[in-house]
């Protein structure tokens, strides 16, 4: 207690980061009470969009007859691409996806127009009713066949360092083959929705469930020939994002804004799950050729890889996807002699699109099939061979785009979770285990992670924030990020609490709105937290050092010893209740409300020559997975999941194991059961829960041990915290990796499984029988 009888808590203990805290919507949530768009109170005059989508995978179109859509109940009106005021385009980049089809549909689900009527039901089932006629064209499918066509949404790209030809003519041992890693829909609990209120001159607000909301204001104001300043788009929370809310939010925007626009009245368009799934882009699925030289212990002398993803029929983010999945080969592997070549075949299925992980999981996966190959080759443990390969020591630190590798910790944290996790006496319980079971067979990997954390567009590492104390201590803090339910809102309100001293129920976060911090970046790129934390803790600093000085004014000192900690400021020897402050500062007209800024420094990249320092740093994480597969049916379960994670100095461990947990169930489910599939004419046939099968409940193992790296960023990020976005996406590899050393153990593992992904029941069963065949064939 002080004088006054307050209870004083001494600042050196008190922290509002680095320590868990529960997310902070997580009661509202809990409770149904967190508003998501379509929660929002519907004005009165709102009327109800559903799109009207192409059944061509390419076709021109001859002719359209709406006469029967406008004919159906309830119907207002129908636009299509002439009714568009501005700008026929939605593209993040290359302006080459419209809104509305014009001439020509480029796939099964490109929305030809929009039909507006009462009510949402009426909507979806006028749009069915439109009598289009087409004259089909030629259609690309795969990027297998793109490739063959040359058929790209942008020219092909290279990245080489030394003279891959020649050393791989000199090395002892060559390994060559082919992998297809497929797609993964984006799946959020909440789909595509956006909801436009024409507002007093020309003025149009747009609540919707974006990722980038200063995108979606540029592409409304474009598409209804305005300016920006006429557009104000905010979003709350999001019902998921995972990238699919990244730029193809913009489609369901602009539609919506066009017809508000028209109609001079609040549109609605909610996407049901079978439309959303239709229209929207995916993970891009990569096909790779490989040919990789190495020496007898397993180190490799060098690999070429030539990738083609299925990027589908506009650019949209594939370029940039494309970009990190070159810079995502190596891993954790110093590579001396390599070309990496990647191409975006352009074809006629959805536009694919950012999705957790961006390119780095598919540029990843290819160096990690190698590996285990090379130790199967010679007959080693592919742990070993991945040792032997990790950056480190004597000039084996360079990328091959030439950014420095200066915070490597795999080899401390690999040789942590290979003691955690018992891996070398497993192994020989695996072996064991098989010997004595024809059926079931085991399998155990431990894969580990590199991870660059920046967007690979130097100009889009920056951020903004405003935060205000009002006169009562309270703190408001508004940031550029949006909330997905990974937590920004949570770990910048920690920050922001920290900064100022006091409690974080103290600090409450709003909607990012665009009239209130302007020309935002995405929140994607596993960038959120450290860009809008850092800009948030600038605008708290700037406030707390006018609070210091004038503290100093009523009591003396010296600013550098004023303390802010537990709701109290600490001031030559006077203890003050941070609101207490804030009242006589208000009254002295002392600025209780800053602007904040940070722009990620040292960030460099020339696209021509693929090299520069595009990462501000790396995390670094491992997994061990062991499953047992039943040889009979292809099935296979998950029994254990060991995974270290490095997330640096944690802002909030509880929100951070959580989204290792989460990423990897979602990355195993990229890797096992989630297949999508087109048929002959192009319609994506999984377009819904029925024959779409993300992992349950049943499909997490049983014994599933998450832990954090205890380390410290070596780059100066927020409180030297490290991201967790993205990169544990990839841990699961390891669950892949297992199922292929299970199948390999049918033949003594001494054949290579020809196991592509997702490694679904029918894909096990295949790699089976060729074990089997080539076992056969060699006896």
Known sequence: MNDAGVPVLKEAAWRAVGVPRAHESAALHVLGQ??????????????????????????????????????????????????????????????????????????????????????????????????????????????????????????????????????????????????????????????????????????????????????????????????????????????????????????????????????????KLRADRDDDMLVTGKRHCFHYDYEVGYDGDGRIAAARVDMVTRAGYSADLSGPVATRAVCHFDNTYYLSDVEILAACGKTNTQSNTAFRGFGGPQGAIAIEYVIDEIARNLGRDPLDIRRLNFYGGEGRN?????????????????????????????????????????????????????????????????????????????????????????????KVMQVVAHELGVDMAHVRATATDTSKVANTSATAASTGADLNGKAAQDAARQIRERLAAYAVKLYGGDVEAVRFAADMVFVNGHEVRFPELVQKAYLARVQLWSDGYYATPGLHWDPVTMSGNPFSYFVYGAAVSEVVVDTLTGEFKLLRADVLYDAGRSLNPAIDIGQVEGAFIQGMGWMTTEELWWNEGGKLMTHAPSTYKIPGVSDCPDDFRVALYNNSNATDSIHRSKAVGEPPLLLPFSVFFAIRDAVSSVGGHKVNPPLNAPATSEEILNAIAAVEAAVAQGA
């Open 398 to 490: 360079v990328t091959p785009y030439g950014q420095v590798v200066i915070d490597n910790v795999i080899g401390a944290l690999v040789a942590e979770l290979e003691a955690s996790s018992d891996y070398r006496a497993r192994r020989e319980d695996v072996a064991a285990f098989n010997r004595a079971s024809p059926v079931l067979r085991k399998g155990l990997a431990l894969t580990p992670v590199k991870f660059g954390i920046a967007f690979n567009v130097t100009h889009l590492n920056q951020a903004g924030a405003l935060v205000h104390v009002y006169v009562d201590g309270s703190i408001l803090v508004n940031h550029g990020g949006t909330e997905m339910g990974q937590g920004i809102n949570t």
């Open 34 to 267: 967190a508003t998501y768009t379509d929660d929002i109170p519907e004005l009165q005059g709102t009327v109800h969009g559903a799109l009207g989508l192409s059944g061509k995978a390419h076709a021109r179109i001859v002719s359209t007859d709406f006469a029967r859509v406008r004919a159906a109940a309830g119907v207002l009106a129908v636009y299509a691409v002439g009714d568009i005021p501005g700008l026929n385009d939605c593209g993040p980049i290359i302006h080459d996806d419209p809104v509305f089809a014009d001439g020509v549909v480029m796939y099964v689900g490109q929305p030809i127009f929009i039909v507006v009527a009462e009510t949402h039901d009426q909507a979806r089932r006028a749009a069915r009713l439109a009598d289009i006629v087409y004259e089909e064209l030629p259609a690309i499918l795969t990027p297998q066949a793109a490739k063959a066509a040359q058929s790209y949404v942008l020219p092909p790209m290279r990245l080489a360092r030394g003279e891959f030809r020649q050393a791989f003519e000199q090395a002892p041992h060559k390994v060559k083959g082919e992998l297809y890693v497929g797609g993964q829909e984006h799946f959020y609990l909440e789909g595509q929705i956006a909801y436009a209120v024409p507002k007093e001159d020309k003025g149009m607000l747009v609540l919707c469930s974006t990722q980038h909301p200063s995108e979606m204001q540029h592409v409304v104001a474009h598409a209804l020939g305005l300016h920006s300043h006429n557009i104000v788009v905010e979003c709350r929370r999001m019902g998921g994002g995972f990238g699919g809310k990244e730029s193809q939010s913009a489609l369901w925007c602009a539609a919506a804004a066009i017809a508000a626009f028209k109609l001079k009245r609040p549109v």
